[in-house]
């Protein structure tokens, strides 16, 4: 099973093999380009096409290391050829919003030296939990203006490889104060230059200007140092 969209986020339509079908709705194919739920980023949804019968896909998770699709329809079976083809939609917004969360996650550490403790991206809007000490609702405002000056500056998102050794050695490749790498031996790296490095699975979009402007819509005290701040997106540029 080859997961097509940890190195192409833009891929939205592949040809594949049905390896298997569970109790008429659980389809592992051998490679996709729908992205399971998974990472704090929501799944895909859209279609599996076979000759011209459409069978929908309305979840995709990880189990046991496979992509299983989950399809509202009966009918596939072992070894029958589909088109996939991605809620263009859907994704694109969670691209751009988890892009904007790594971009909030790296000013927010870099300039306030807070560690984020949790997050959930989704199409509407998305959250943040992190550690600080004040809960300073003007400072944080003041963090989400410069990451929109940063987002204006169009700067690239880069996807590579690197093995967990040398992973390690990158300052702040661990930013999720409860997240360690699972025990693997080569980590996928996200990169804004100059603005945020972390070792992630999810999809993001290849320039900044593509997030559109940030607007924070509530934040929230949870109490001793955890803080919270809901946010989503205007604009962007398709
Ligand atoms: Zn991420």
């Given at each position: 099973?080859?997961?097509?969209?940890?190195?192409?986020?833009?891929?939205?339509?592949?040809?594949?093999?049905?390896?298997?079908?569970?109790?008429?709705?659980?389809?592992?194919?051998?490679?996709?380009?729908f992205?399971?739920?998974?990472?704090?980023?929501?799944?895909?949804?859209?279609?599996?096409?076979?000759?011209?019968?459409?069978?929908?896909?309305?979840?995709?998770?990880k189990?046991?290391?496979?992509?299983?699709?989950?399809?509202?329809?009966?009918?596939?079976?072992?070894?029958?050829?589909?088109?996939?083809?991605?809620?263009?939609?859907?994704?694109?917004?969670?691209?751009?919003?988890?892009?904007?969360?790594?971009?909030?996650?790296?000013?927010?550490?870099?300039?306030?030296?807070?560690?984020?403790?949790?997050?959930?991206?989704?199409?509407?809007?998305?959250?943040?939990?992190?550690?600080?000490?004040?809960?300073?609702?003007e400072?944080?405002?003041?963090?989400?203006?410069?990451?929109?000056?940063?987002?204006?500056?169009?700067?690239?998102?880069?996807?590579?490889?690197?093995?967990?050794?040398?992973?390690?050695?990158?300052?702040?490749?661990?930013?999720l104060?409860?997240?360690?790498?699972p025990?693997?031996?080569?980590?996928?790296?996200?990169?804004?230059?100059?603005?945020?490095?972390?070792?992630?699975?999810?999809?993001?979009?290849?320039?900044?200007?593509?997030?559109?402007?940030?607007?924070?819509?509530?934040?929230?005290?949870?109490?001793?140092?955890?803080?919270?701040?809901?946010?989503?997106?205007?604009?962007?540029?398709?």
């Amino acid at each position: 099973m080859v997961p097509l969209y940890m190195d192409d986020s833009y891929l939205r339509e592949f040809k594949a093999t049905v390896e298997s079908v569970k109790e008429h709705k659980y389809v592992v194919l051998d490679k996709t380009a729908f992205y399971p739920n998974g990472g704090g980023q929501p799944h895909d949804t859209g279609v599996l096409i076979r000759n011209l019968e459409e069978f929908p896909v309305v979840y995709v998770g990880k189990f046991s290391g496979q992509i299983s699709h989950e399809v509202s329809k009966p009918g596939l079976k072992e070894g029958d050829k589909v088109t996939g083809k991605i809620n263009w939609e859907r994704r694109h917004r969670l691209m751009r919003m988890h892009t904007a969360a790594h971009l909030l996650s790296g000013i927010f550490h870099t300039k306030l030296g807070a560690l984020i403790t949790g997050n959930q991206k989704d199409v509407e809007k998305s959250r943040m939990d992190f550690n600080l000490e004040d809960f300073d609702k003007e400072k944080i405002e003041e963090m989400v203006s410069l990451a929109n000056e940063i987002a204006k500056k169009d700067l690239p998102v880069k996807v590579y490889y690197k093995t967990k050794e040398e992973a390690m050695k990158i300052p702040g490749i661990i930013k999720l104060a409860n997240a360690l790498p699972p025990d693997i031996d080569e980590l996928r790296i996200v990169e804004i230059e100059g603005v945020d490095i972390q070792a992630d699975g999810g999809t993001h979009v290849k320039s900044l200007k593509e997030i559109g402007t940030i607007e924070a819509v509530k934040m929230e005290n949870k109490g001793k140092s955890n803080r919270r701040l809901y946010f989503t997106l205007r604009g962007g540029d398709l």
